[in-house]
C-alpha cells in the first residue's frame, strides 16, 4: 500500500484546487411547482395562441417509437446475468437461496418491536397522509443528522436529504456532479446498481481493485492511475457488498489523503454503516477528513431490516464549503424527481433512530457473525475454494480454482451446476465483475447455513479433478454436528490452496 506509483505511470491531472460543480443534469432539472413558478404566468403561457407560422411540421406518417438513450443503456448486471442462468433446482432437495441480498426473506431476521411500533404511532397519529417538502419532513431529517454526526463532522437538518432507499441516494448523488462523457470511479468487486444508475446517464465507471489477499482492502496504486481529468467521483462502499470486509481507520485515512491529493469528492456507500462484527470498528469516511468533501448515502435497509420500507438519506459533509450552493440545490432539485420518500416512514424515524434498543442490534450481529464462522470453517476444508473471512455487513466471497473443476468452463457454469445437483444459489463472480468467485448471503438460518455449506462441499468433492479427493465423500456428513465434529470432515484444512490462490488466479 505504501509503495511508490512510478512517475511514468502517475496520469497527470492539471486540476490542483477544488472545482466541484454540478452536473448538467442537476442544474437543468426544475419543478415548477416547487420552484414557486407563478400560476398566472403558467396559465397565460399555455392560453397563448401559437402563430400557424411557428407551428412545426411533422413528417412522420407510420409509427416509430424509439426506447430512450436512458432505457438503451440502463444495465442491471445482477438481473441480466441471473435472467440468462439455466437455474432448473433439484426437485428431491429444497432449494436455498444464498443470493438474494434481503435479509428478511426467510423470516428469521425481523425489525424490531420498537421499529414496528413507531410506525404504527405515525399512522395512528394522521399527520403524515400528505405530501412534504422533497427533502423530508425538517424533524426527520434532525433526526438522521444527530444519527448520523459525530465529534469530528457534526451535521444538522440542512445538510440531510431523505431519499427513497439507499439506491435513490446514490442516484441522486451520481447525478448531481458528473455530466455524460465524465467518469466515476467504482470498487471491483463491487456492487452493480454503480454502474447501472452512472450507464444509463452517459456517465462512464471505471473499476478500481479490491484485494482479496489484504481483506479487500483497496489497491491504492490501482485507485490512483484510474483517476484521470474527467473522474467527477470516487465510490468508496464500507462496509462492503460483496466482500463483507470493513476498512481499518489507517486504510480509509490513505483513500482520503488519495482524494484530497487530486481534488476529487467522494461518494461513501455506507448503508452497512455499523453492520460489523464484535472486535471491529466501524469508522463513517466523514469522521476522518476535514478537508475532503463527501456525500454519505444511508438509510434503514440493512441494519434496522426493513428493505421494502424504502427509506435512505444523503448527509453533506463539507467543512470546507466545497460543494457551493449549487451542489446543494442540485440535490435539492433532483430529490424533487420523485417528491421524496415515504411521509409514513419519515413520521417513525425520530423514534427508530433514537429507541431502537443496542440488544436488537447486537442480536443481529451474532447470528450474521455465527452464520460466517460456520460457513467458513466448512468451506475452508474443501479442495478448490477459498473463502475469504468476512468482518461485517452480511456476505461472504469465496475464491474458486476453476482449474480443479474441469467440467466448468466459468465460476457461472459451475453455479448453473450447483443449483442443478445440490438446490444451491449463490451468485456467481461474474455479477460483481470479478471472477472466479462466488458471493454467499449469511442472513439465512443457521440449520439451513450449515446445510447449504455441506451440500456445497459436497458437490466439490464430486466434481473436483482429484480422483482421490473423490473418494473423500462421507455420505453421512449431513449428520455430523458442526461445532463438535467439523474435524471428521476433514483432516487438513485447504491452506496451501489459499495461500496460493491469489497469485495463480488474478481475475
Known amino acids: 500500500m505504501n509503495e511508490v506509483v512510478p512517475k511514468s505511470k502517475v496520469i497527470r491531472r492539471t486540476r490542483t484546487t477544488w472545482n466541484v460543480s454540478p452536473s448538467f443534469m442537476a442544474k437543468n432539472t426544475f419543478n415548477p411547482i416547487r420552484g414557486q413558478l407563478s400560476m398566472i404566468a403558467r396559465e397565460d403561457k399555455m392560453n397563448e395562441v401559437v402563430p400557424k407560422s411557428k407551428v412545426i411540421r411533422r413528417t412522420r406518417t407510420t409509427w416509430n417509437v424509439s426506447p430512450s438513450f436512458m432505457a438503451k443503456n440502463t444495465f442491471n448486471p445482477i438481473r441480466s446475468i441471473i435472467e440468462t442462468m439455466n437455474l432448473s433446482p433439484n426437485p428431491d432437495k429444497k432449494m436455498i437461496a444464498l443470493s438474494i441480498g434481503d435479509p428478511t426473506v426467510f423470516g428469521n431476521l425481523r425489525p424490531a418491536e420498537t421499529i414496528i411500533q413507531a410506525v404504527i404511532h405515525a399512522v395512528s397519529s394522521g399527520k403524515y397522509n400528505g405530501y412534504t417538502m422533497s427533502t423530508g419532513y425538517e424533524e426527520a431529517r434532525e433526526a438522521v443528522a444527530k444519527y448520523s454526526s459525530t465529534p469530528t463532522a457534526p451535521v444538522s437538518a440542512q445538510d440531510v436529504i431523505l431519499c427513497s432507499g439507499c439506491s435513490c441516494a446514490l442516484d441522486i448523488c451520481i447525478s448531481v456532479l458528473a455530466n455524460p462523457g465524465q467518469n466515476v470511479l467504482v470498487p471491483r468487486p463491487g456492487f452493480g446498481l454503480y454502474k447501472t444508475l452512472a450507464e444509463g446517464l452517459g456517465i462512464k465507471t471505471k473499476p478500481y481493485r479490491l484485494q482479496p489477499e489484504n481483506n479487500w482492502e483497496i489497491d491504492l496504486i490501482d485507485l490512483e492511475l484510474a483517476i484521470d481529468e474527467q473522474t467527477a467521483a470516487i465510490i468508496v462502499n464500507n462496509p462492503s457488498n460483496p466482500c463483507g470486509s470493513v476498512f481499518s481507520k489507517t486504510h480509509l485515512e490513505r483513500i482520503l489523503q488519495l482524494a484530497e491529493k487530486h481534488c476529487i469528492p467522494i461518494i461513501a456507500d455506507e448503508i ?77 424515524l425520530p423514534a427508530i433512530l433514537a429507541n431502537t434498543p443496542q440488544s436488537f442490534y447486537d442480536d443481529t450481529i451474532n447470528q450474521v457473525k455465527e452464520n460466517a464462522e460456520v460457513s467458513y470453517s466448512i468451506l475452508s476444508t474443501v479442495p478448490g475454494l477459498c473463502p475469504v473471512m468476512p468482518s461485517g455487513a452480511m456476505y461472504m466471497m469465496v475464491g474458486v480454482d476453476m482449474h480443479k473443476f474441469p467440467k466448468f468452463q466459468t465460476d457461472l457454469d459451475l453455479v448453473e451446476a450447483l443449483v442443478t445437483e445440490q438446490s444451491v444459489f449463490c451468485l456467481p463472480g461474474k455479477c460483481f465483475d470479478f471472477p472466479n468467485y462466488f458471493r454467499i448471503v449469511l442472513t439465512v438460518p443457521g440449520e439451513l447455513m450449515k446445510e447449504a455449506c455441506f451440500r456445497i462441499r459436497e458437490f466439490c468433492l464430486l466434481h473436483h479433478r482429484n480422483n482421490q479427493v473423490k473418494l473423500q465423500i462421507d455420505t453421512s456428513i449431513h449428520s455430523l454436528n458442526y461445532k463438535k465434529d467439523i474435524s471428521a470432515i476433514i483432516s487438513e484444512k485447504n491452506t496451501d490452496f489459499c495461500d496460493n490462490y491469489y497469485e495463480e488466479l488474478e481475475p
Open 272 to 348: 452497512y454503516e455499523h453492520f460489523v462484527f464484535p472486535g471491529q470498528t466501524y469508522y463513517p469516511l466523514a469522521s476522518l477528513s476535514e478537508k475532503v468533501p463527501i456525500l454519505s448515502c444511508s438509510g434503514l435497509t440493512k441494519r434496522f431490516l426493513v428493505p421494502g420500507w424504502r427509506m435512505g438519506w444523503i448527509v453533506i459533509n463539507d467543512r470546507q464549503n466545497i460543494f457551493t450552493p449549487e451542489i446543494r440545490k442540485g440535490l435539492q432539485t433532483l430529490s424533487q424527481r420523485i417528491i421524496g420518500s415515504s411521509t409514513i416512514i419519515q413520521g417513525a
